[in-house]
């Protein structure tokens, strides 16, 4: 059924030579039902007659809209502390994971298990990793008449404690701690009978705790917000096969506070440090294995295979005044390639829930960790962990 909400108000406002070039323009459009529980069987047929043309269109289109996965989104922070770098484990929200390019109502969960990432690397050679878990609880929530959404996401994480103090040839234990809370909007641009094209933004608060080292004291604030525009679209070969596609630009509004002391506060060097902006590319391809809509239990199954790009250009600002540095990205760009392969099951055509294993692909270039003095040998600069899990659960209202 197609969605004419406000045409009438639209309408008043505009003379009768307008009129006819706006119904025009809408009746080249065929809205996709946005609302989780509106999908009718292909058999009733005032669905056929209204809005069905062929098998993928419209309100005969089986809801709810699938998720993307996602895949695991940092870049290590690297501080040099007592004749080592510490890699702090940068989680940022990507607004490819758990997320779809037609808005929805809905609560959900993410746990991403990610193994061995890199904690740190001494000047001998050798190094060392820890497990990184990550929660995330979020809700989405449709306005004007499901045109658009807004979302918002609480992050938590069990990962290398940012408040380290230096011990010989030891390096921070985990503890658990808030991440960044995210929130953002987006709205539909184009919707056709097997297309939908989104555009949407993320918002990132800096919630995260600082990083803190005793040797020397050092302090990196988290002071700045993150700012994440998108585009995102899906489209449907037929009932079973679609794709779906993030493109997305992070970039940091300001420079993080970093300062050197021999105190409680700043009483030597400061500068700001800057992350470098992330640009990503995610796409989607899934297919519906079995579909039983209007039963009890099990009324879908998907199965997903996803390919995630990140790329850094430039390594941030770094900070100045500091011998050697404080914080820095590494060295700075980055090509980085992971794929996830997951099973999505649909409950009561209610909920959904998902299980994936994300692989990173590429090593990249091997590289050397400044700051001189000494080498601490090369490491793999594009893949920051050896493999990872994630779980996801999403449960659909209104």
């Not at 098998?55 to 695991?72: E, N, T």
């Not at 809370?181 to 933004?201: N, Q």
């Not at 079973?240 to 105190?263: C, K, P, W």
């Not at 390594?315 to 820095?328: D, K, R």
């Amino acid at each position: 059924m197609r969605l004419f909400c406000s045409i009438g108000a639209l309408v008043l406002m505009m003379s009768s030579t307008l009129h006819a070039d706006i119904f025009d323009t809408i009746e080249d459009f065929e809205l996709t039902s946005l609302n989780v529980f509106d999908s009718k069987p292909a058999s009733d047929v005032s669905c056929l007659d209204d809005c069905c043309d062929n098998s993928c269109c419209g309100c005969c289109k089986p809801l709810p809209a699938p998720m993307m996965i996602g895949d695991y989104s940092g870049i290590p922070l690297g501080v040099f502390s007592g004749g080592e770098v510490l890699l702090y484990q940068n989680s940022y929200s990507k607004v490819s994971n758990n997320n779809s390019a037609i808005p929805q109502d809905r609560v959900f969960f993410n746990y991403q298990y990610m193994k061995d990432m890199d904690t740190y690397k001494r000047f001998n050679g050798r190094s060392g990793g820890s497990d990184l878990s990550l929660y995330t609880f979020g809700l989405e929530k449709t306005l004007f008449c499901g045109r658009m959404s807004v979302d918002f996401l609480i992050p938590f994480s069990y990962s290398m404690d940012r408040e380290f103090r230096q011990q010989a040839n030891s390096y921070p234990g985990s503890d658990s701690q808030l991440e960044d809370i995210a929130f953002g909007a987006k709205g539909i641009i184009i919707d056709r009978e097997c297309l939908t094209v989104s555009g949407g933004v993320r918002f990132e608060a800096p919630t995260g705790d600082d990083i803190h080292n005793t040797q020397p004291n050092r302090t990196w604030k988290n002071d700045a917000w993150a700012i994440t525009p998108y585009l995102a679209s899906i489209y449907s070969f037929s009932e079973d096969l679609f794709i779906q596609n993030f493109i997305s630009y992070r970039f940091i509004t300001d420079g993080n506070a970093a300062y050197q002391s021999n105190g409680a506060g700043p009483g030597g060097p400061t500068a700001d440090f800057r992350e470098p902006a992330i640009f990503g590319v995610d796409t989607q391809l899934g297919y519906w294995m079995m579909r039983n809509h209007g039963s009890r239990g099990v009324t879908g199954l998907m199965a997903s295979f996803e390919v995630h790009y990140a790329a850094t250009f430039d390594g941030g600002y770094q900070p100045a005044g500091f011998n050697p540095p404080l914080l820095y990205n590494l060295d700075g760009n980055h090509d980085i390639l992971n794929l996830t392969a997951g099973v999505t099951a649909l409950i009561n055509d209610r909920s959904t829930v998902t299980a994936a294993f994300v692989a990173p692909v590429r090593n990249g270039p091997q590289s050397v960790i400044p700051p001189p003095p000494g080498n601490l040998g090369p490491y793999d600069s594009d893949r920051f962990f050896d493999w990872g899990l994630t779980i996801q659960f999403n449960y659909f209202f209104n």
